[in-house]
């Protein structure tokens, strides 16, 4: 019985999962590469006045873009280089550190899924795109990352996105800017529209805690991944992208110092 409820359960939650595609996973995907980069990877190049926990926390807030009140608004185009240089240049004016320290994790965020969306994932359509960004999920959510073993279950549960690490006010000012530098025909983003969204990806991330839970373990991840490596779906094992994704944000943090 286990051996089918378990895949349908990964497909129930991929279809309910309120959004189109995250290139890589929220839950713990992309705390892990914030987690790296601020404390782990080989360059370790966050910045002093950078507070990591709050660094890693933002490195979910551009996946707002996928959930329904933003969708619905009209505010994806948030998912883009563009949007994160906005942020910055936004944070950097105002002089607040919190501000650049949020800019810089969702920089990381943009430059990692660039990574993987023009390499492993480039030729994977749905549903088979974010069933394999659930697999990784649950690989790092049980044994680390490829550099990292010592971060895992249940010490993920803990992070999640809140307002302080999107905070609406930064956003609605970098959505003016965007406006006026980029797309004028955009709408701006307000402070309702942040409130809504972030419960809603807080709510996804904590929803996706609970289904790596009733998975139990890494096995048929493991086995789902190798499985499309053979059948020549992925082009190769996930962990060097992962390494990669890692540089791509080290690479464009060094440009935001
Ligand atoms: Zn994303």
């Given at each position: 019985?286990?051996?089918?409820?378990?895949?349908?359960?990964?497909?129930?939650?991929?279809?309910?999962?309120p959004?189109?595609?995250?290139?890589?996973?929220?839950?713990?995907?992309?705390?892990?590469?914030?987690?790296?980069?601020?404390?782990?990877?080989?360059?370790?190049?966050?910045?002093?006045?950078?507070?990591?926990?709050?660094?890693?926390?933002?490195?979910?807030?551009?996946d707002?873009?996928?959930?329904?009140?933003?969708?619905?608004?009209g505010?994806?185009?948030?998912?883009?280089?563009?949007?994160?240089?906005?942020?910055?240049?936004?944070a950097?004016e105002a002089?607040?550190?919190?501000?650049?320290?949020?800019?810089?994790?969702y920089?990381a965020?943009?430059?990692a899924?660039?990574?993987?969306?023009?390499?492993?994932?480039?030729?994977?359509?749905?549903?088979?795109?974010?069933?394999?960004?659930?697999?990784?999920?649950?690989?790092?959510?049980?044994?680390?990352?490829?550099?990292?073993?010592?971060?895992?279950?249940p010490?993920?549960?803990?992070?999640?996105?809140g307002?302080?690490?999107?905070?609406?006010?930064?956003?609605?000012?970098?959505?003016?800017?965007?406006?006026?530098?980029?797309?004028y025909?955009?709408?701006?983003?307000?402070?309702?529209?942040?409130?809504f969204?972030?419960?809603?990806?807080a709510?996804?991330i904590?929803?996706?805690y609970?289904?790596?839970?009733?998975k139990?373990?890494?096995?048929?991840?493991?086995?789902?991944?190798?499985?499309?490596?053979?059948?020549?779906?992925?082009p190769?094992?996930?962990?060097?992208?992962?390494?990669?994704?890692?540089?791509?944000?080290?690479?464009?943090?060094?440009?935001?110092?």
């Amino acid at each position: 019985m286990r051996r089918f409820l378990i895949p349908f359960l990964a497909l129930a939650f991929v279809i309910l999962m309120p959004r189109t595609a995250f290139p890589w996973g929220n839950a713990p995907t992309h705390f892990s590469i914030g987690n790296d980069l601020a404390n782990n990877h080989k360059y370790s190049i966050l910045p002093a006045t950078d507070s990591p926990q709050l660094f890693i926390r933002a490195n979910a807030c551009p996946d707002l873009a996928w959930t329904q009140t933003f969708k619905n608004a009209g505010l994806s185009y948030i998912h883009t280089l563009a949007f994160a240089d906005a942020l910055y240049y936004v944070a950097l004016e105002a002089g607040n550190s919190n501000w650049i320290t949020i800019a810089h994790g969702y920089g990381a965020h943009i430059a990692a899924d660039n990574t993987v969306h023009t390499t492993l994932l480039a030729n994977v359509d749905e549903p088979i795109h974010s069933l394999v960004e659930v697999s990784i999920d649950t690989i790092i959510y049980y044994n680390g990352t490829p550099i990292d073993h010592s971060k895992k279950h249940p010490a993920w549960k803990k992070i999640n996105v809140g307002i302080d690490a999107c905070d609406p006010d930064l956003f609605n000012r970098a959505s003016s800017r965007y406006k006026a530098d980029t797309d004028y025909t955009v709408p701006t983003i307000q402070w309702w529209n942040m409130q809504f969204a972030v419960l809603e990806l807080a709510s996804s991330i904590a929803a996706e805690y609970t289904y790596h839970e009733l998975k139990g373990n890494t096995d048929l991840s493991e086995a789902y991944l190798q499985s499309l490596v053979i059948q020549g779906v992925l082009p190769g094992p996930w962990e060097p992208v992962y390494q990669d994704s890692l540089d791509a944000a080290e690479i464009w943090i060094d440009f935001h110092y």
